[in-house]
């Protein structure tokens, strides 16, 4: 089936450190999508993505949809400890109905 | 604000129960989704209904069944727990709207059988 690879799998950054993490496709994808999921929680929708090329800022956090509708980023800057957990990506495919999700990169951040 | 709900945050059940999972959202949307989560499996599709009284099934459908009554709703029911079921279960919603579908999660809930 069709796959997202999400990269890194794990990351330990010290605070005020910029992020960014990464999440690639083998087909074309309509949406990007990412979400942080904290421990014990459900995750919650940082950003969505809709068109080839956008960039969107949420706060501290930019996403883009990648040019060839194969990838996208996250970039997080000056990180804050409230940044731990673990953040997903989600598309979907042109033709499909199902939402795929990455693996998901956890992220730590030493004070 | 979009919100879904889950009916409980933790639960405990036994081998062999009949386990009942809810799921409410208040954003009318067409779609709800069933998704188990365990360590290093990501998030793994059960079910989804895009209507009332639709349902079909995703990856690993297997020991599970589900319930679209109202629209609001989406119920996932385990006819006979066992061991293997123990897994954090998220519920999701979106709706139906181009090529578009963003997903909104509820809490979870941590299901343990024993």
Redesign the interface.
């Known amino acids: 089936?069709q796959q997202l690879n999400q990269s890194p799998q794990s990351m330990f950054i010290q605070e005020g450190e910029d992020v960014s993490m990464n999440c690639t496709s083998s087909s074309i994808f309509?949406?990007w999508?990412w979400?942080k999921q904290d421990p014990?929680?459900?995750?919650?929708?940082l950003i969505?993505l809709?068109k080839a090329g956008e960039l969107t800022s949420n706060g501290r956090l930019t996403a883009q949809f990648g040019i060839t509708r194969k990838g996208s980023f996250l970039n997080i800057s000056a990180s804050i400890p409230s940044d731990v957990g673990i953040y997903?990506c989600?598309g979907?495919p042109t033709g499909g109905?199902?939402?795929i999700?990455?693996?998901?990169t956890r992220l730590f951040v030493k004070a | 604000d979009v919100k879904?709900t889950?009916s409980s945050r933790y639960l405990v059940k036994r081998t062999g129960e009949k386990v009942f999972l809810e799921c409410v959202q208040d954003m009318d949307h067409e779609n709800m989704f069933w998704y188990r989560q365990d360590p290093?499996l990501?998030?793994r599709?059960i079910y989804?209904s895009y209507d009332v009284k639709m349902k079909e099934k995703?990856?690993i459908p297997e020991g599970y069944s589900v319930s679209r009554e109202k629209k609001e709703r989406f119920s996932l029911i385990l006819e006979s727990a066992s061991t293997n079921q123990t897994s954090m279960y998220?519920c999701a919603s979106?709706a139906t709207s181009g090529?578009?579908?963003?997903?909104?999660?509820?809490?979870?809930t941590?299901l343990t059988v024993l």
Do not use: C, I, M, W
């Not at chain 1, 999700?101 to 998901?104: L, P, R």
């Not at chain 2, 578009?100 to 999660?105: L, R």
């Open positions: 089936g309509n949406t999508l979400y014990g929680e459900g995750p919650v929708l969505a809709y997903f989600a979907r109905f199902k939402t999700f990455g693996a998901g | 879904v889950q290093g990501g998030l599709l989804f995703g990856d998220l979106s090529s578009t579908d963003t997903q909104y999660f509820g809490p979870g941590r």
